[in-house]
């Protein structure tokens, strides 16, 4: 879909809503967040009511001098939730709403965001992250800072050496109650920023940079409220020589289900590129 136009097809049951966001995607409390939302504002339409239950969203980003590169991909997400929920409507407006999404980045000449609204359950874990490298939960109480010296303890006990590469990292939250949508005060920028021991960086500003993929969901059975398990792992091109090969059963499995996700995709649209929401077939998940 055209960066110019507001006209939304479902291209499934579940897929309520896809749009092409032509701009310069920015993180929350930079000088790029007005107009980036100004961005999203005028290029996706506004709710119509149509019960959903997560989001993916795929940013491009400008390509610099080393990749993967800043902003966080967290901290792309909050202008879009401000502008998505809050403004638009979507999730009755209201980010306690969001049980799920699904955010990737990488570099492109054509800047921007392709943006999914969808009422499906989220995708498995192990569809979208292969190579995990750790992967525990947390029984509670959940960080509220970057600093928070327990947690940040914790993940150091799990005894999992900074990993090098691009990264991939999936967030389950137990209970209804944990609101993924607020980025900049609720617990999933917190739990990221503690990641330190893992994904390297000084304590209280790790190199969070590096992850490429986050899947966050909630209400996520077997997992009690206040709690969350994290998985922690490589992108497979992002993996190092030899990974690949050490979890080669793991990526049989995933071959194949990328197979059968793209005999059922429909085409991308704007961009060229194929969908995250179709690669891994989430809008053909049932709930």
């Not at 110019?4 to 896809?18: I, M």
């Not at 339409?45 to 800043?70: R, Y």
């Not at 990292?169 to 137990?174: D, K, N, T, W």
């Amino acid at each position: 879909m055209g960066g110019g136009e507001r006209a939304v097809t479902p291209s499934s049951a579940t897929e309520v809503a896809k749009v092409w966001v032509a701009g310069r995607p920015a993180p929350f409390a930079t000088a790029g967040e007005r107009p980036w939302k100004v961005a999203v504002a005028a290029q996706v339409p506004a709710s119509a009511g149509l019960a959903c239950s997560g989001m993916v969203i795929e940013f491009t980003l400008e390509k610099g001098l080393a990749w993967p590169a800043h902003p966080d991909i967290d901290n792309l997400c909050e202008p879009v939730f401000s502008t998505v929920i809050n403004r638009l409507r979507w999730f009755g407006g209201s980010r306690p709403n969001l049980d799920w999404f699904l955010a990737t980045k990488r570099p492109g000449a054509e800047l921007g965001a392709m943006i999914t609204v969808l009422g499906s359950a989220a995708p498995d874990v192990s569809t979208v992250l292969t190579l995990p490298a750790l992967a525990a939960t947390w029984p509670g109480p959940l960080p509220r800072s970057a600093r928070d010296e327990q947690f940040a303890t914790w993940v150091r006990d799990q005894r999992t050496p900074p990993l090098s590469g691009t990264l991939a990292v999936a967030l389950e939250f137990g209970g209804s109650q944990v609101n993924i949508g607020d980025i900049a005060t609720g617990p999933v920028k917190s739990v990221i920023d503690c990641l330190q021991p893992t994904v390297g960086g000084p304590f209280g500003n790790p190199d969070d940079h590096r992850i490429v993929l986050l899947l966050v969901r909630k209400r996520v059975p077997g997992i009690a409220d206040g709690a969350v398990r994290l998985t922690v792992g490589h992108t497979p091109e992002g993996a190092p020589r030899g990974a690949t090969a050490r979890s080669g059963r793991r990526q049989r499995r995933s071959n194949r289900l990328r197979t059968i996700a793209q005999r059922m995709a429909i085409p991308a649209m704007a961009t060229g590129a194929r969908s995250i929401a179709h690669e891994w077939n989430i809008a053909a998940t049932p709930r």
